[in-house]
């Protein structure tokens, strides 16, 4: 049986997932940071979008990571973090 190819759509979903279910921790550990999430795994927290996406793009050349914001609502950041369809993000 062949393996599910890993694709940016579902390594976001499964970002957005473990992301919310660690909201709770996060936000005692790193309120109004950016989170930059791989493989269900945070890899950094920074100030602002721009420096986790950064990073996110220098060490993850096929771009399969995302970002979220600690705050009690999962919003767009862009291209690179579509964590949520906007139809649901209210």
Known sequence: MSKKPHTKES???KNLEFFLTEL???KKSYPG???LLRHCEIKG???TVKDAYMTGNTFFHDEIFSI???DDTPINL???SYAMPMATAQ
């Open 11 to 13: 390594e976001i979903k």
């Open 24 to 26: 709770p921790n996060l």
């Open 33 to 35: 940071k950016y989170i």
């Open 45 to 47: 927290a920074y100030d």
């Open 68 to 70: 979220q914001k600690v």
């Open 78 to 80: 862009g291209f690179f």
